[in-house]
């Protein structure tokens, strides 16, 4: 027996609600903001209640600032309350490829803050006493051989920049975590985690307020207007702001023209298990760590805190929904854990991360005052957080770390929103194509 669950609604078609999700109906309670009523003025307007809208607004008030964050649909409607609740450290691109890419010094000033975001996570949750099921441990999974010692290269390049709880695990310690044939191998990552991801937005969002922030809820926003103050224009008012941060994501559509073909929206799919038996759920993941494999295209998973296997993949590029998640990812589940093959589906959702060309977080600067940062690339749960202090040391007058990433050079997707899913989509195959040849 499968549930049979809403589509994905999108701002853009007018549904501003949470999706029917297993977070959605396992959420804390919390209040619905009022929209913007009328003009404001504010030092920082923030734009999105993901994230990097919430954690850029913490680190302000807690350094002082006047804050107003200002989002479409509810708090956490987008990636940050939909997605895998996995905390992944380091970046989308291991530290070797960014050193390739933009040079030594590139590699050591990201390096340096690659394991930071988790950090600021479970400082948040513990100063503001959130309750959001955060669990210490995660696993990288090799399927191949040549997966293993991709995973052998990136603990030693955590270990030089000083991550130390790490440890390569063969097929017979993998079973200490997840109780599979699939797997050759992995490395656990005692910094890594999950939590509840929705839940940790709606505690980052009562936080703020407790400080003196404002959040309005149902607010979208049509266009910031440059100026000392910026404007930021939405259908019932508008707010003036020393400082402006654009934090949309995925979901920030045609608000900045200047950052529309930066990244594209790729759609994750999710669904959750029925309640299984403390038992049977000690038996298959026994650690409680959330597992995600090595393939490019990969499946991702972790218990919950009653009893269900919350299973992830099944990556489109371009952000659209597939007709059945369920169909989609229950081959997947089976191929896993082959007991759980016609277990009952409860709930089944899909959401959108930003992706970049480099697959590198892309920040910055459009003019003076107006400050943007999106593209995680499928490590948002951790760099979101990053990205939030960098922003407030940036408005803080501290920029240097936030221009280590500022510097980067970023490039427009190839063939622009006509040309870049099949583009993508081709070099999907390919790697695809190496994965099943163990290439």
Known sequence: MTANPAPTETVANGATEHVRSYY????????ERPALPSDQRTQVCIVGAGFSGLATALHLLERGFDVTVLEAARVGWGASGR????????????????EKRYGEQAARDLGAMAFEGAAIIRELVARYDIACGLRDGGVFAAMTRRQLAELEEKRASWEAFGHGQLEMLDAETMRNHVATDLYVGGLYDGRGGHLHPLNLCLGE??????????????????????????????PRGT?????????????????????????????????????????????????????????????????????????????????????????????????????????????????NFALTLTRIPHMGRLNEGIY??????????????????????????????????????????????RLRVPLTVAGAWYYRAREKLGL
Request: with cysteine; aromatic share 8%.
């Open 24 to 31: 959605a109906a396992t959420a804390h309670p919390a209040p």
């Open 83 to 98: 997605n895998g609740g996995q905390l992944v450290n380091g970046y989308s691109r291991d530290l070797d490829v960014i």
């Open 205 to 234: 969002a009562a936080a703020i307020e407790r400080l003196g922030g404002t959040i309005h809820e149902q607010t979208p926003v049509t266009w910031v207007e440059p100026g000392s103050p910026a404007v930021v224009h939405t």
């Open 239 to 351: 707010v003036r702001a020393d400082w402006v941060v654009l934090c949309g994501n995925a979901y920030l559509g045609d608000t900045e023209p200047r950052l529309r073909d930066r990244v594209m929206p790729v759609s994750t799919q999710v669904i959750t298990t029925e309640p299984i038996s403390s038992e049977r759920l000690e038996r298959l993941l026994p650690a409680q760590t959330c597992v995600e494999d090595c393939n490019y295209i990969l499946d991702y998973y972790r218990p919950t805190e009653d009893n269900r296997i919350l299973f992830g993949g099944g990556t489109i590029y371009g952000g659209t929904e597939p007709a059945d998640i369920i169909g989609k990812l229950r081959p997947n589940l089976a191929r896993t854990f082959p007991e759980l093959a016609d277990c009952r589906i409860d709930y089944a959702w899909s959401g």
């Open 372 to 417: 943007f940062t999106h593209g995680y690339s499928g490590h948002g749960v951790t760099t979101t957080h990053l990205a939030g202090r960098l922003l407030a040391e940036a408005i803080s007058g501290e920029p240097e770390r936030f221009e280590a990433f500022a510097r980067l050079r970023n490039y427009p997707f190839p063939g622009g929103r």
